[in-house]
């Protein structure tokens, strides 16, 4: 991981990204950073793209539902007029926002705050997915998740999508993608994956 030494009498800001494919943690490694800042009494706002309605709208929410409060915004420079005083700025579903994200986030770090950025870093055909390359390459510290591969079980860079549609962002969960490894994953739509119902060869089961 990483450590930084904060001179208090100096605010300087800085950018952490949290990246990965879907069902790998980011949200709830966004809220973990955030409940620990709010414990330390940091001021602490969190922002989210307001197309992202699937759990709460005035709330982050993992998949596993653990929440902290945040607002809903239409576009990156809100955040910039809504952050204020705070000294912790939480961002999560980053890839809806665009590349006007990475100069908001910027200018956040320079006028002293921790910014907490979390995103999918492809799209579901496997390419970048801006803004977070950019975001990735300003960023102080950045933090690459993975989820398991639900085929085979290694660790997955990936975002499956199992239902037919070509447009680049699909807001869902478990319905429209699932977790794949680089062997398993297809830009193609791919029918859900299972795991082998018979032992691959060498492994040994216990009942
Ligand atoms: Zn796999």
Redesign the pocket.
């Known amino acids: 991981m990483y450590s930084v030494v904060v001179d208090a009498s100096r605010r300087v800001g800085w950018i952490e990204v949290i990246c990965g494919s879907m069902f790998s943690g980011k949200t709830e490694e966004l809220i973990r950073r955030l409940k620990r800042a709010r414990i330390a009494r940091q001021r602490v706002e969190t922002f989210k793209p307001s197309i992202d309605g699937r759990f709460s709208e005035t709330e982050v929410v993992s998949h596993d539902e653990t929440a902290v409060p945040s607002t809903p915004v239409h576009g990156a420079p809100q955040i910039v007029l809504l952050s204020g005083s705070a000294e912790v700025v939480g961002i999560d579903e980053a890839q809806f926002f665009g590349l006007e994200l990475v100069p908001v986030c910027e200018q956040l770090a320079r006028d002293g705050k921790r910014v907490i950025v979390a995103g999918l870093d492809q799209d579901y055909r496997g390419r970048p997915f801006e803004p977070m390359p950019d975001l990735m390459a300003v960023a102080e510290f950045v933090t690459k998740l993975h989820a398991i ?6 660790p ?1 860079n990936h975002s499956q999508r199992i239902r037919q549609t070509t447009e680049r962002v699909v807001v869902g969960g478990g319905e429209t993608y699932e977790p ?6 297809s830009p193609d739509p791919q029918p859900a994956g299972r795991l082998p119902s018979t032992p691959a060869p060498g492994m040994l089961v216990r009942s």
């Open positions: 591969c639900v085929v085979c079980g290694n997955a794949r490894c680089r062997q398993c994953f």
